[in-house]
């Protein structure tokens, strides 16, 4: 076996991928940092993940290459780092190498002076091209120096330059919330809907749930067909393309392609958390069926592939399996029969898979174009018969899949992703009452209240019992979101005492007076070249997008004017941009619904507390906050006063804690919300 190189000491899998490399890797920290100034090297940065294909790819190619080790060991202090463990780190150098006037992306590869500013970088190159570059940058280094320390530090002040002045924060003066905005919003963002596929125009295609959240919550507030059309369209191609797991539930990363058809086949955390959410808000607005079967079968995937005893979730799952993408997914034609028997080539014909193969190598990707009943009518069979062979042939592929070598694990757990699929689980009990949801989401709040936070601290990430590096502001606040949304769903104070906790955290240590906004890092986190601010919407929710929601929630639901000042405060420091951005601004423009339209704080107190609370969220009420006691309760402020009246199980419909006459039937609660 080759020697190990220093990552060996590491827990992420991503770099214990490159431990055995012949490269002298090392990870992100003093000894390596350290090294590069007593030696006078620049530093070779290397950032990617573990379920990314082409980080793979120029491993195999460049890394594991001894004449590529060589001229890297002798020319550069090289450290590899997961993106997923320090986002703080990958977000400063992926700005800097847009601002080269280069694309991002992973791997993405960063050449640093000794102090850490950048002055060149990219992401894949193949064998040769990395030689040469290689080559010419250590010979730059040696004969232009000054040149390079020139530029470097022009990069690090652009990556310093206050986002007030890039942005033009707060640059709509106006003291009312105004849901002409968001009128703006959705025209700019109509322009890019993909008629003929779903989605957004272009490819490739990321399922990007934020977007689809607002304009599920557009059509609510403003009746609009065009958008709940284009809504529906939307998930209904998602979920009938090859970036959704016919056979196992869950959605890959992104499609390739234009049509969902052939996705990169990692399946991450994040993306399946957030897109059961979507999928259980969408069954409660559209009472689509096929949104259930959906959010159900992630829910499975993720219980069943990601989820450990403890009910804590795993980040990924690679695309790749016995060195090929895609191969656990796919089947050759003669696979699927000799598994199925020719009685099944309807079901087969459903799938579309060919003889040929529909996708590489003869193999083919299960994918559907058209609902059960229409394929039933058009092939002249019997739909309820069609039904149970198609649910024999997913159980038969399922069990079929499980002997073959499965694609690897990224087994770190990491708190914010953790708290998206919890919030995903909370809001599919909204959606549809199963208590094993519940009791997941509850065992999770555990891990989240007890194992990642030690009474001063959040920490990123959890493997081995042993929490580390601390938690940056993406993962305060998906805490506190999912906290919020686990309080709705159990009336347990300990969990809304617990994101209170967080808020009140994050305004002392993340905080920025000046800009009205919070920064990416903890105040008394590693100081690096540049602290920035999280403020677009990525494949994950921008981080200050998600705090405007929760101090929303949390002024209202503890009463506190301070948190319902700040977020609206941080809301105007963005309105003016949500007209012109709105795909990369779509969760701020979610959370200004909550400003724009009546936000509801509902409390329903007696015996049929619960029954009414169901009934309740059998309806898509995006502003509505619903909670169910069953006995008068004082304990919280949200809860004071709200008395049963005449033995009979009382609705308070309020605002801000302002309540109207109760109410004791759901008709009556929902016509009070309706004026």
Known sequence: MPKANKLIRESSPYLLQHAYNPVEWQAWGEEALNQAKKEDKPILLSI??????????????????????????????????????????DQIYMDAVQNMGLNGGWPLNMFLMPDQKPFYGGTYFPKHKWLEILDKVAMAFQSSRVQLQDSAIKFAQALNAPDAEKLGLGALKSNDFD???????????????DWDNGGTLGAPKFPMPVIWKFLMKYAFHNQNPEAQKALEFTLTSMADGGIYDQIGGGFARYSVDAEWFAPH????????????????????????????????DSIKFSVRELMDSYCRFYSALDADSEGEEGKFYTWTYDELIKLLGKEYEPVLKFYNATKKGNWENGRNILFRHSTIEDFCKAEKLDENQFKEQLNFVKDKLLEAREDRIRPA???????????LQIKGICDA???????????????????????????????????????????????????????????????????????????????????????????????????LIARKKEIFDNVIPSSNSVMIENLHWLGILKGNAEFTKISEEMLKQIQHLLGREPKFLANYASAYTLKAYKSYDVVI???????????????????????????????????????????????????????????????????????
């Open 48 to 89: 990617g993940y573990a379920a990314c294909h082409w980080c793979h790819v120029m491993e195999h190619e460049c890394f594991e290459d001894e004449d590529v080790a060589k001229v890297m060991n002798e020319n550069y202090v090289c450290i590899k780092l997961d993106r997923e463990e320090r986002p703080d780190i």
């Open 179 to 193: 849901n002409n905005v968001l009128s703006e919003a959705y025209q700019k963002l109509s322009n890019s809907f």
């Open 265 to 296: 086949f990692e399946k991450m955390l994040y993306d399946n958390g957030q897109l059961i959410s979507l999928y259980a808000d969408a069954y409660r607005f559209t009472q689509n069926s096929y949104f259930k079967e959906i959010f159900e």
């Open 409 to 419: 694990l990224d087994d770190k757990i990491l708190t914010g992703w953790n708290a």
């Open 429 to 527: 009990y909204k959606a549809y009452q199963d208590e094993k949801y519940k009791a997941i989401a509850l065992d999770n709040f555990i891990f989240l209240s007890e194992f990642v936070w030690d009474g001063n601290h959040l920490f990123r990430s959890f493997k081995h019992d042993q929490a580390k590096i601390k938690g940056y502001l993406e993962d305060y606040a998906l805490t506190i979101q999912a906290c919020l949304t686990l309080f709705e769903i159990t009336s347990n104070p300990k969990t809304l005492n617990f994101a209170e906790k967080l808020a009140h955290y994050t305004l002392q240590n993340f905080y920025d007076e000046k800009e009205k906004l919070f920064y990416y890092t903890d105040r008394t986190s590693e100081e």
């Open 605 to 675: 107190v007696g015996s049929d507390a619960k029954k009414f609370q169901k009934e309740l969220w059998s309806h898509y009420l995006p502003n509505a906050f619903i909670m169910a006691i069953e006995e008068e309760n004082n304990d919280e402020l949200v809860w004071k006063g709200k008395e049963i009246i005449n033995t009979k199980t009382s609705i308070y419909v309020c605002e801000n804690n302002a309540c109207q006459r109760p109410v004791y039937t759901v008709m009556d609660a929902l016509a009070q919300m309706s004026r």
